[in-house]
Structure formats: C-alpha cells, structure tokens
C-alpha cells in the first residue's frame, strides 16, 4: 500500500499479576510488516504479551515501543493500533454496519472516506448482505469476518488477533486462514498474532515465538522451529505425532541406546561423552523388516492406526519405551518385529541438563 | 401422571392470578356503584346501577389533573435521579479499580439495611432546612439514589464481556461514549424494568411525602386518597374506589408499554 508499517519492540519487559510472574524479562521485536505469531499452551502469557502491546495492560517493569515509542507516553489517538478478540467482542446493539463505522464515526473519519472504507472492507469479506444485521443474528463464521472487519476499517499500522479462529469450526478455520494470509498480503500490516494451535502458526507466520510459562523459547521461522527446536519444549510442542525423544549415551564415537549403537557420530570431537537426549521426528524413522545393518535397531509394533494420509506405528523398544513412526503405506501387522533405523541429519540433539539444542551437524 | 400433575399447576396458578386480580376488578366495580349500592352489595362485580356520579364528584372536589400532575413529578424525577445515579455508580464500580472500592460498595449496599423510620426525622429537617416543604422536589431529594439500583446495574453491567470494553478502549472510545452508546443500550431492557419499579414505589408513596407536603396544591394522589378514607365525614367508599381506579391508570400504562422489556429482563439479561 505504499504506507510504512510500524515496528513493535519488547524491552526487558515484565508483568506480574499479585506476585506471580505472568511474563519474565521479555525481549521480542516485530519487524514493520511482519506477520508473528505468538504461540504457546494455555496460560503460557502470550495474550497478556498481546495484551501489554495493545496498551491494555501496563507492564510493570520494561517497556512496549511502537516504532521507537513509549508505549506509556505516547500520543495515542486510537488509529495506530487495531485489534480482533477471540469472542469477537462486537458491540451487540449495533448492526454490523454501525460496528464497523463506530470507531470511525467517534474519530470523526469523514462520512464519505468512512462509507468508502467500510463497503470496501465488506467487499473484501462478503458481508455486503449482512451490513443490517445485529451480531446476534450472524453465525459464528460471519461474526469472526465482522470483527476482523472492524479491525481492518481503520487501517491501522499494527493489526493485533488474539485466538480469532478459535471459536470457529474446522472447516471455516481453513477458509478463514486464507483469508487472513490474503489481507496480509494485500496491506502488509504489521500483525501479531495469538494462538494455541500450530498448524495456524505454521500456516500463517512469517516469524513464530514459541512460549512457555512466560519465557519465549524460541523465535524463528516455521522451518526452523520444526526442524531445528532450540530446546526439549519446542520440540515437544511442535508437531503431531510429538517428536520421539530417546535418551543415550555417546561412547567411543556411537551413541548407544541402552547397549545397542544407533548412530556413528561422526567428527563430534567436541562432544563429551555423556547422556544426551535425541530427538527424531516420526516421519524420520526408517523401518524395515530385515536389518540393514549394525545400527539396524530392533522394534515390535504395538499398534497400527490408519489415519488415510499416512500410518502412524507405536513401536516398542527392547528398553520398553514407545516411539511414533509415520509411513505412508505398509505390510506390518501388530506383534511383527522390524528394525528402525536413524539417519544423523535427521535428529536432533540436546543436552541432558539444560535441554538445549547442540545443533549438532550444523556446526561443521 | 405428568399431564395430571401440569393441570394441577395450572389450578394453582390460576388460583395465584385470581387473588391478584380480584381485588382490582373489586375496586373498579366500586368506583361505578353508588354509595347505597356498595353498602348493599359491595362484592358483587357488576354494578346494580353503573354511574359515573363518582369521578364527577371527584372531579368537583380535587384537582385531579394537578394531583396527577404532582405525582407524575415526583416519581419522574425519583425515577430519573435513582436510573442516573445507580448506572453512573455502577459503571464507575464495574470499570475503574481503586482503593477501598470494595468497602464503598459495601457501604452503599448497607443502606438498604437503614429502615426509612430511622432517616425520616433527619431528612425531614434538612428538608426543612433547605426550604423545600410543600415542594415536591423536597419529596424527591433524598431518593435521588437508591442502592438497590446500584446493585442490580452492577450485576448486570458484570455479566457485559470484558472484550467488549476492551474493544472500545483499542479505539480510543471515551469512557463517556462507552457508557451512553455501549454499556446503556445493552442494559436497556433492566433499565425500563427496573425504572418501571421505581416508578410504581413511588407513585404510591404516602409516609415520606405526608410529612412534606402540607399544602392541599402540592398533594400526591396517595395524600388526596387518603383524605377519602378516614376524612371527618367518614369513609365515603366508593368515592375512595374510583379515585384509586383513576390511581393506577397510568402505573397501568405504563406496565402494558413496557411489558416486553419487563418480562424479558426478568427471564433473561439481554445479553446473548
């Protein structure tokens, strides 16, 4: 649109509700333009971070800058930020059209800027036939566009949704992720986004950070945080099947499993020899009916589920621990024993202590 | 069994509607019999000889366009001054959090517990003081609030989404606006129901305005009634009858305007 967007900047920020920590030193920047999203489970913080940037939670140490702006002592005239609540808060006495004229109408937008907006903006999301309605006569569905709608009418330069996708069934979800990408494109907001569903996050962020109990574990794109976790919490929380997680030894170059070697390390002068936790995707997994080698692990399936897309298999190590496989076809049958093999560029290595990532084969 | 027992309800109920009903039609029979006839026969629901002898006499000896007229007055401006002041006090209450709110609270809920015996006396002599007998804004003054309204707007204004507000805050919306063009427009249904109220409690309030009022002008229709049924020259009934007929028109009225609102915010909030 030819219009700079803002950057969003988090310094040192912390916010505690009665002593209890909420968010824990935050630092985050959001480019101008960037669509983030926050991801995390339930009461990780990550509305309350969304929160403390709309303004609408003071944080009590740090601070919240908006293109290099306190937050605190900035001008705010209500045109610099937009935002979309997960119950769409849509003012139940207005019809959709007058929700979507109000801010406008209080800012004294002129009538005709306001009336071109706003049919604009019902163009866009097919609200046209319902601009008399009251919120409580909309479907789900369409009051989701109507909130997204009030949030785009003011063209604002940071564009804030808080879980807006949750409330609505899957099918629409889709449909309205789409939608979302598509206006991202279009206007190139700065948008920061909530939720606690991965598959939105992966879909829709340009960045994702990943939060935990306050803290952001990790910040980086979609790829990187699939495949490269900065620690055990990302891995764990991203993907589903959930990443196999195996605890094992490095000895004399190997890392063994129990007695059982599954990889040669090769060239990890650096590593020391001690416990580490491996991590391997589901898909990962090699499995085949006859060894194919010293590395070759012995499994016994344990379950069979047939999703249609691909074959998740519970395996059961010598150990008794389970591991995840997906395939995309197979001749197993339950109680057959096969081999697993593991391939080094495909794990993931942490350390036993502090659970971090080693990036281990992304040094050399 | 269960058809039984839904009939048996129905008798109950329509039992419960006759007590409420009888003693009305009762007083609007009356009004239309003449004196001998209610002596004769003062429970029979038809008049023997219908005449409307009574309201013509009435009319002769008060001013009832300017009873109603006082009335009407005083329970307007009771109405009005409890709706603002319960809805601003709620308001404040539901959206900034300060010290010792909740102790506020407590203490504007706590006068509901003042019988009225209690604040009779003082009120009356800063009334007094301020120069109001005979003066019905002397009668309004102190019901201007009322904590009961507070509470109930409160409960109410609780029950609106915090989003919502939220919403209105992202968009620089004043507080004033939220309140007048939000918050008001989805309390309207408890609005009208319990401004009905306030208005039916005080247009037939007798005690307080007795005291104020002593000029036979500034009197209520309550007063004026009043003089019908223990005057000097004894109870003349059905003259006491049509006056409450010509009482409860407009408290009536009012009820069948607003029912919509009254019965829906007794079933639900208005908020979906």
Redesign the interface.
């Known amino acids: 649109m030819g219009k700079s967007n803002s950057t969003i900047e988090l310094k040192q920020v912390s916010k505690k509700f009665k002593n209890s920590d909420v968010i824990n030193r935050m630092n985050l920047k959001v480019h101008a333009g960037e669509f983030l999203v926050l991801l995390g489970p339930s009461g990780c913080g990550k509305s309350t971070t969304l929160?403390m940037i709309?303004?609408?939670e003071d944080v009590t140490e740090g601070s919240v800058l908006i293109d290099g702006h306190d937050l605190q002592t900035m001008k705010?005239?209500?045109k610099a930020?937009?935002?979309v609540?997960?119950?769409?808060?849509l003012?139940?006495?207005m019809t959709v059209y007058q929700n979507l004229e109000?801010?406008l109408k209080?800012?004294k937008v002129d009538k005709q800027v306001r009336k071109q907006r706003i049919d604009q903006v019902m163009d866009t999301l097919n609200l046209a036939d319902y601009a008399d309605r009251l919120p409580?006569q909309l479907s789900g569905g369409q009051k989701q566009r109507v909130a997204v709608g009030?949030g785009m009418v003011?063209k604002s330069k940071i564009f804030l949704l808080d879980e807006p996708l949750s409330n609505i069934d899957v099918q629409l979800r889709e449909k309205a992720r789409d939608e979302l990408q598509k206006l991202h494109e279009i206007d190139q907001q700065t948008i920061v986004y909530v939720t606690h569903d991965q598959l939105e996050a992966m879909a829709l962020g340009d960045r994702i950070a990943v939060m935990n109990e306050g803290i952001i574990q990790m910040i980086d794109t979609p790829d990187n945080i699939y495949n490269q976790p900065a620690n055990l919490f990302v891995a764990r929380f991203i993907g589903t099947p959930q990443i196999n997680i195996i605890e094992v030894v490095l000895q004399n170059g190997e890392m063994y499993l129990n007695d059982h070697p599954l990889l040669k390390v090769m060239g990890h002068g650096e590593l020391a020899q001690q416990k580490y936790y491996l991590g391997i995707r589901p898909e990962n997994i090699k499995c085949s009916m006859t060894p194919k080698g010293d590395y070759s692990l012995p499994a016994k399936i344990d379950s069979i589920v047939d999703y249609g897309r691909f074959i998740q298999l519970s395996l059961k190590l010598a150990n008794g621990c389970l591991i995840k496989s997906i395939v995309n076809s197979c001749d197993f049958t339950e109680d057959d024993q096969i081999y697993i093999d593991f391939v080094e560029s495909d794990t993931v290595l942490f350390d036993h202590s502090t659970e971090k990532n080693l990036y281990w084969g992304k040094h050399e | 069994m269960f058809k039984r027992k839904v009939n048996l309800w129905h008798v109950l109920l329509i039992l419960i509607v006759l007590m409420a009903i009888l003693p009305i039609l009762f007083m609007i029979s009356n009004s239309f019999k003449t004196l001998q006839d209610s002596y004769s026969s003062m429970l029979s629901l038809i008049p023997k000889n219908p005449t409307i002898d009574n309201f013509l006499t009435l009319n002769r000896q008060v001013n009832l366009l300017g009873l109603t007229w006082n009335t009407f007055l005083m329970a307007t401006i009771v109405t009005l001054g409890k709706l603002l002041t319960g809805l601003l006090t709620a308001y404040a209450f539901r959206s900034y959090q300060f010290r010792g709110k909740m102790l506020i609270y407590l203490l504007f809920v706590a006068t509901i517990f003042v019988p009225f015996t209690i604040v009779m006396i003082p009120n009356y002599l800063v009334i007094a003081k301020l120069d109001l007998l005979n003066n019905v804004v002397g009668v309004a003054l102190p019901q201007l609030c009322d904590a009961t309204g507070i509470m109930i707007f409160l409960k109410t204004m609780e029950k609106i989404p915090n989003s919502l507000i939220d919403a209105a805050h992202i968009d620089q919306i004043p507080n004033r606006k939220i309140f007048f063009n939000i918050v008001i427009p989805i309390l309207k249904p408890s609005i009208v129901s319990v401004g009905a109220i306030f208005f039916i409690n005080s247009w037939n309030e007798y005690v307080w305005p007795t005291l104020i009022l002593k000029d036979k002008g500034s009197f209520t229709l309550p007063l004026a009634l009043q003089n019908y049924i223990s005057s000097e020259g004894g109870t003349n009934f059905p003259l006491a009858m049509a006056l409450s007929t010509i009482m409860i028109i407009l408290p009536l009225l009012i009820y069948l305007i607003f029912q919509k609102y009254i019965l829906n915010s007794i079933s639900n909030s208005g908020l979906k």
């Open positions: 929160r709309a303004g609408l705010n005239d209500g930020i937009a935002m609540f997960q119950d769409y808060a003012y139940p006495n109000y801010a209080v800012h409580s009030r003011k």
